[in-house]
């Protein structure tokens, strides 16, 4: 092949030249678009780009996708340890995907405040706010109306077959809601279970044992700390359940009419994580493994606390590990690093 000559180099040259005007021009188009129609937190500013095209305002709301609030959301097997110090209390565990947050309780003159103890404790952080409202809001926002002629003449047994959870994505996923009670037990349950009501009126979001079966639901409240067993057990109709002891699954107490989750700290349960181990060793493996198979065996999750937080490569091993033996819930404090392993 002959080399290009004088003429065809420079034509090759003009066509190189116009290639890179058009990315540059392309490029500064973009960015253009992107900072006349952005706003100051770099999402789209969705009427300009209505105005731009012409469009009515009316087109965004008849086009919005109606449960977009979770859409982009996966959910994974992350719990929220103490999720109420987050700076923003459900929203933030949410926002990664978790499913499972944990609310510890202190009742005083019929009301439920939030907070690690009773220092922390403030009048507007109570447990309706930061919990029973939002997931209330979300769960109605996942389930309007119909708005599609027909659609809506369900039975109500129907009806409670298609109510959808939180996650658009999978919206089968129940959120777990722990309930840890500081008070005494006696005294702090009726007030915990008042407090449900707007999750069981009008729609019935919660799981539920009727007497004679389990009744999944899109949120399933685990009751912990100073929970009496006995007084919880009188009512039978009922929409939660006791945060079981792992090491006593054994004891033929608990099943899925009175437990769906059972915990244990995981140091005493299974032992201690050496730096440098890379996580468990064979002998912690088949303890864990064993005790998920007991527990799945009566259809109860497991959930182990006061796992390794450091260093971080100990503990992501850790965590790892124990998805890949069938724990259902990691007890997890740094919920961006969580949210980030490779599920």
Known sequence: MKPPNTIQRRRLGRIAIGVV???ITLTFLTQGLRYFFSLPDGSLDIHALLRTWGLSPSTYYRTS????????????????????????PFY??????????EADVWEYGGELFVGHDTASLTRNRTFKYLYVDPILEVLEGMNREDEVPGMGQ???EK??????????????QT??????LKTPGATTLPVVIQHLEPLRTPRNYLTHWNGTDLVRGQVTVHLSGNTPFELMLQKEYRDYFYDAPLDQLQSGLYNTSNSLMATAPFGKAVGKVYWGSGGMDARMKDTVRNQVKEAHKRGIGVRYWDTPIWPVSVRNDVWGQLV???????????????AEMKW
């Open 65 to 88: 996708y109606p449960t977009s609030f979770t859409r982009d959301i996966q959910p994974k097997p992350i719990h929220s340890h103490n999720d109420y110090w987050r700076r923003v």
């Open 175 to 180: 959120l777990n809601l722990y309930v840890d």
């Open 324 to 338: 890949a033996l069938g724990v259902d819930l990691l007890n997890v404090d740094d919920l961006k690093a969580a």
């Open 92 to 101: 933030s565990a949410l926002a990664v995907g978790a499913i499972s947050v």
């Open 154 to 156: 369900v039975t109500k």
């Open 21 to 23: 005007v058009f990315v």
């Open 159 to 172: 009806e409670e077959n298609i109510l959808r959870g939180i996650f658009d994505v999978d919206p089968n």
